[in-house]
């Protein structure tokens, strides 16, 4: 296993025949660019080349390159398999022709590594053999591709608060990318999400803007790695901006915020992926404040490049640039779009036809000036250059298979689900249980399911997965019974499973029953696939209601009403309200989804081999009513309803453990004067009897401001391991900056004033001078 940071990401080997393939083309691109050094010839661009070796060859290669070519590598195809089903049934065939004469630039959805071989040389036969750029949505791992690693979603890995974890996880998939001929991640989603009816609410790192940064910033270095200049892989930060918070939680659906909050909370993940080293950005589908993402000069250029110094290239969303004439109407056709989304900053296209060809038309008419043109593909093939396509393009297919699901990724990948269970209830301390009991009955149409995969993933080897009743099987003693009565998929459910569950419960210790929701998107075949009508979350599966769907309700309430102690352990990617089961079920697992080895995990937590330490990184509503619910509101947020509580029934930061930790000694500092950052500590015991893991959250407030504030916010964040009786000081610096506002100017700005920090109940507060 290479050590972190090294430059692994440049794989040696080559594919099936690949050998020779690397001999006669391997070698195209580098030796193109190593000749054009110093070299003379025409460019159409009114940007000077940079004076850095990199900026001139890049400068040399794109002297050399047609118009048509420079438009080619601005344009993104989507994998032949897909081609076929997606365009016309011919256009696979016309693939060949366009790589062929070098007029593609990337292609996404390649999942195999002899395909991407295949790829890559045919672009090599091209006139000045530019390597492609091959992205992947690997939002939790390589989950696209069969037999690969897949973590926990992003909002179970938020709920480790472990960036450090995030991070190994992070290099782990782009180990597992490259190995595939993959280079490009789309990933991290960096939206605050703030309406969890938004069907990829699993896809996020939660309701805080600090949470989410930190994470990002975790996940560009473990994707990218430490050097920008020879990257392992390609993060890519999305979607810029907003879809967090669409209207009425529907996907797409248009954001309205003010420029104050923009600032505050959605922003701010952005520029400290970009800060991170970020070399590419996905715009988002939606409208801010009535100006479409992809039209946004705003957004692109005046903040992304101008304010915040991004040097990788945007690429737009599927079909977004399109969506500009068809759905928001701000382009009065698709020619018009393009011109719009190209000026505005956008540099790559996804996906297949209808972008060059009016493109080019858009240069010769002078509409979009050359130069942007050479500045986009300049940027792409910046990006090559750094993923060292150019010096090696091929992969060795036969080693990929070793590679995916290596021992020591599922590891991590235990490491990541055990940590990022949340336990939300455990009256009377039904948890954790004993491995001796009887009689086990398990249920629920997530029991014996790979929903716990999450979306984006293809069907896995079966091997590869532990649904959570193999996991409780592996987990009891011989002795124990387990009794598995399968209610049947999501609304699918019969009267006679329900009352089989009920009776079997009877006669059990106790009853645990796995419940939540499928993100499903592909077919048996690993093919995507429309929604079918079990699909109840993830891209495209926005919802109305957030109660549990289907028959689940009737279930667990036919057990509950047995008697038998009752366990629901929640498979899910978003919250669910759940008021009547906090109320009588007595231990509530929230589990999101949790990954290819989650079953084990959530055995691991019931039975006591593991304490639950994950915390919730998004606040649980009591009904849909209450939305939006998040803890960091403004004071005036804090009115109440008259037929229900204003409080969530679980807030962010929720999570119990199965020993007690105590908090003491909370220092702050009287005073700090301006520019000086405050340095806070407290005191964190195991008060219980077994080693476990304790999450210290650290809130700050500013107690007057000339604007509104929000009632609390995160100040940071630590993860802890101590055992029985354990003690540790636990520091937190809080910088200057991140004290500051937007005041009533918009000018940021930190005011003088007393501030109050809580950490773990404990509060004090400092006079900043």
């Not at 032949?80 to 060949?96: C, G, M, T, V």
């Not at 045919?122 to 939790?140: N, T």
């Not at 100040?715 to 900056?737: A, D, K, M, N, W």
């Amino acid at each position: 296993m290479t050590k972190r940071g090294g430059s692994w990401a440049r794989p040696r080997g080559t594919g099936k025949g690949g050998e020779m393939r690397r001999r006669k083309f391997g070698g195209i691109g580098l030796a193109l660019l190593a000749s054009l050094l110093g070299c003379g010839g025409r460019s159409e661009t009114a940007t000077p080349p940079s004076g850095s070796l990199e900026d001139r060859q890049v400068r040399a290669l794109l002297d050399r390159m047609t118009l048509e070519e420079k438009v080619g590598q601005m344009n993104q195809y989507i994998a032949p398999i897909y081609a076929r089903s997606i365009d016309s049934p011919d256009f696979a065939k016309k693939l060949d022709d366009l790589l062929a004469r070098g007029l593609v630039g990337s292609f996404l959805f390649v999942t195999d590594a002899e395909e991407a071989n295949a790829l890559q040389e045919k672009a090599s036969r091209s006139r000045l053999g530019i390597p492609l750029i091959v992205g992947i949505d690997a939002v939790h791992g390589l989950a696209p591709v069969r037999g690969a690693t897949i973590f926990p979603t992003p909002i179970g890995m938020a709920a480790t608060f472990d960036d450090d974890l995030v991070e190994r996880s992070a290099e782990i998939t782009a180990r597992e990318m490259r190995a595939t001929g993959m280079h490009w991640a789309f990933y991290p989603v960096l939206d605050v999400a703030r309406d969890p009816r938004w069907g990829r609410t699993a896809e996020t790192f939660g309701e805080d803007p600090l949470v989410v940064a930190s994470m990002g910033r975790a996940t560009v270095r473990g994707l990218q790695g430490p050097d920008r200049s020879h990257l392992r892989t390609l993060a890519c930060l999305k979607h810029f901006l907003g879809p967090g918070v669409p209207l009425g939680g529907r996907n797409m659906g248009p954001v309205d915020v003010s420029e104050r909050t923009l600032r505050s909370m959605f922003l701010p993940p952005f520029q400290a992926g970009v800060e991170a080293g970020a070399l590419s950005v996905m715009a988002a589908y939606n409208e801010v404040n009535g100006v479409p993402s992809h039209a946004s000069g705003e957004l692109l250029t005046r903040i992304l490049r101008r304010e915040w110094g991004f040097r990788g290239f945007v690429v737009s969303d599927w079909g977004a640039i399109e969506m500009l004439h068809t759905t928001h109407h701000v382009a009065a056709s698709k020619k018009d779009a393009i011109r719009q989304a190209v000026l505005a900053g956008v540099d790559m296209h996804m996906q297949g036809e209808g972008f060059s060809e009016p493109l080019l038309e858009l240069v010769r008419e002078r509409a979009v000036p050359a130069w942007r043109i050479d500045e986009a593909a300049g940027r792409i093939l910046r990006v090559k250059r750094a993923l060292g396509l150019f010096e090696q393009r091929y992969v060795d297919a036969s080693r990929a298979s070793s590679v995916l699901a290596a021992p020591e990724h599922l590891t991590v990948a235990l490491e990541a689900a055990r940590k990022s269970i949340v336990l939300l209830r455990n009256e009377g301390g039904v948890l954790p249980l004993r491995k001796d009991l009887k009689k086990v009955l398990v249920t629920g149409p997530n029991a014996e399911s790979t929903a716990l995969l999450g979306d984006w993933t293809v069907p896995q080897p079966a091997e590869n997965v532990i649904t959570v009743l193999e996991g409780i099987r592996a987990a009891v003693s011989p002795a124990t019974e387990v009794r598995f009565v399968d209610p049947g998929r999501v609304f699918e459910e019969t009267n006679e499973a329900l009352a089989l569950a009920a009776e079997q419960a009877r006669g059990a210790d106790v009853a645990i029953v796995v419940l939540g929701e499928n993100e499903t998107r592909y077919d048996e075949a690993g093919v995507l696939d429309r929604p079918r009508r079990e699909r109840t979350g993830g891209e495209g599966a926005d919802r109305a209601d957030l109660t549990l769907v289907g028959r689940q309700m009737e279930l667990v309430r036919a057990i509950v009403e047995t008697g038998t102690p009752t366990v629901v352990v929640l498979v899910n990617g978003r919250p669910l309200a759940i008021p009547w089961i906090a109320e009588n079920v007595p231990a509530v697992l929230e589990a999101f989804e949790p990954g290819l080895v989650g079953g084990r995990a959530v055995a691991e937590v019931l039975f006591g081999d593991v304490s639950p330490s994950g915390r919730l990184p998004m606040s649980i509503p009591r009904s849909v009513g209450q939305l939006p619910v998040h803890f960091n509101h403004p004071p005036s947020a804090e009115g109440t309803y008259v037929d229900e509580s204003s409080e969530p029934l679980y807030a962010f930061g929720h999570g119990l453990s199965y020993t007690r930790f105590a908090y003491s000694n909370l220092r702050v500092p009287e005073r700090i004067r301006r520019g000086e950052a405050a340095w806070v500590s407290v005191v964190v015991q195991n008060a219980g009897a077994r080693e476990a893991d304790e999450v210290v959250l650290m809130f700050v407030r500013d107690v007057v401001s000339s604007v509104t504030r929000p009632v609390r916010q995160l100040g940071g964040f630590q993860r802890v391991r101590l055992s029985p009786g354990e003690s540790r000081v636990v520091h937190f610096r809080i910088p200057f900056e991140s004290l500051a506002l937007h005041d009533r100017r918009m000018a940021r700005v930190v005011e003088p004033g007393r501030f109050e920090v809580s950490i773990g109940g404990l509060s004090g507060s400092w006079i900043l001078e």
